[in-house]
Each structure stands twice: as C-alpha cells, then as structure tokens.
C-alpha cells in the first residue's frame, strides 16, 4: 500500500513535466522560427500573411484577469468573513451550498448568463457593443468568487480562536479584531485563495469567447473587444496547419509561463512570510 500510494502522489507531478515536454517541444521551435521578440511582441495575428504577434492577446488576458482580481478578490474575502463571523446558523448550510453551487456551474452555462444579461446591461450603461473587457472581467470575477470564498473561509477558521479572543479581552471591537487581527494571522491562505481564483480566470475560455468579442487587437477602452490566449488557441486550433498550429502551441507554452510565475510568486511570498 506504501508504494500503490507514493505512485498516487506521484501521478500529479508525472502529468506536469509530461504537459511540459509536450508544450515546449511543440511550440518552443515555432517561437524561435517566427522569432522571439516579434511573436512576444507583435501587434497583429494575420496566419493567413504567415504573421503572428500574441501581444494583443496577452494584453487581452492580463486586462480581464486584473478585471476579474479586482471584482472577485474583495468580494470573495468578505464574504469568507461574513460566513465565519456573521452569517447565522440558520442560514449558512443555505449559502454554503450555493458557494458549492457556483463552482459546479458550467462555464457555458456562465457564459449564456453573461451573453443575456451582462452584455446588454454594459451596453446600455457604458457604451459599446456590450462584447468587451468589462463583460469578461465582471464574468470571470463571478466565476472565481468559488474559489476564493472556499479557500478563505477555511483559512480563517484555521486560525486558533484565542488571537480573536485576546483581542477581544484586550478592548477591541468586534471588526477591528477580525480585520486587524484574525486576517493577517491567515493572510497566506487567502493569498492562496486569490491565486487559484487567477489561474481560473486567466485559463478560463469558453464563457470569455461568448462575452469578449474576440478582437485581436489592443483595447484602448474597457467597452473594447478583446480576445485572450486561451480564446485564440479554442478558435483556430480546430482548423490550423503547420506554422500556424504550431505557433498557436507556442501561444499555450507562453500561458503555461504566465501559470507558472503565479504559483511562483505565491510560493516566494509564503517562504518570505514563514521566513519572517
């Protein structure tokens, strides 16, 4: 049983340096083929002209996961808090199986949501199509509110009761001991939270190809179309050939990279923090 689990655990591990092997074997020499800096940097995506710059689409994808970060995160955390501290007993099953709900819910499905009502609602409010940065970025943060709000909540509640109650007995107010001392005593959990939502929003394709309009160009305005590289690789990758599939693996390798620095960021920041 000792070694039928340590091939368990080792499956994971097996998966990501097989997903590497076959990410950069395939789209690494199509970078150095079409040349580093004009495919990093590249403003068009013209596979027709044998052209291809992912810039538009990395712009694209920063621009909704930030979106979706500053929409989600807050949202997220608090409501962790009002769940641990507020919510009544009588209702909390209630809301907690709806958080359950919400990250069973397909993306399609959040995708038609964002199609009927989001799209109409930023089109009549803000201006322009309604398919644009702002829709994917209110989206995704709906679709990350999961993650971070399951996340938090169990970090908060790993936290030992006697730093509230210390707080409490030394004359603090009910919020001041929670905001000011139980959420920095978990705050790498909730970091964690945060991340996972990311890698969620900036991998996420199907609701955004409904909802974003999937321009390949710059936005120059949050009621602009956009498309991400999770979108560029979903719709071409059906009918690409030779260079252009190849540089739409390469689009993968360089997501693969942007996953990659989150979770290396977040692994440097615990070790800071455990550290200190």
């Known amino acids: ?7 368990a655990a080792c499956v994971s591990i097996v998966a990501v340096f097989v997903i590497c092997i076959f990410l950069f074997a395939n789209g690494v020499p199509a970078i150095l083929k079409i040349g580093p800096l004009h495919f990093l940097t590249g403003t ?17 994808s920063i621009y909704t996961t930030l979106g979706a970060l500053i929409i989600g995160a ?20 209630l809301l907690k199986s709806g958080v359950q709900l919400l990250a069973g819910i397909p993306s399609v499905v959040y995708g038609f949501f964002g199609l009927m009502v989001l799209v109409p609602w930023v089109r009549d409010t803000f201006g322009g199509r309604g398919l644009s940065v702002m829709t994917a970025a209110i989206l995704l943060g709906m679709m990350i509110l999961p993650t971070i709000i399951s996340v938090s909540e169990s970090s908060i509640r790993a936290v030992n009761g006697s730093y509230y109650e210390g707080s409490i007995g030394l004359g603090a107010t009910h919020e001041r001991s929670i905001f000011a001392v139980v959420l920095p005593a978990c705050k790498s959990g909730i970091l964690t939270g945060v991340v996972l939502g990311l890698g969620r929003a900036i991998g996420e394709t199907m609701a955004v190809i409904m909802v974003a309009g999937n321009q390949a160009a710059i936005p120059t305005a949050l009621t602009d179309g956009v498309r991400t590289m999770t979108t560029n690789i979903v719709m071409e990758m059906g009918y690409a050939v030779d260079l252009h599939r190849e540089a739409l693996i390469g689009t993968a390798v360089v997501l693969f990279i942007f996953i990659l620095i989150l979770n290396f960021g977040l692994a440097l920041l615990k070790r800071g923090e455990n550290n200190g």
């Open 1 to 7: 049983m000792k070694v039928l689990f340590t091939i």
């Open 44 to 60: 068009e995506w013209r596979p027709n002209n044998d052209i291809y710059g992912i810039l538009p689409m990395i712009i694209g």
């Open 74 to 93: 807050p949202i997220g955390i608090l409501s962790a808090v009002f769940l641990v501290f507020y919510c009544p007993k009588k209702i909390y099953p």
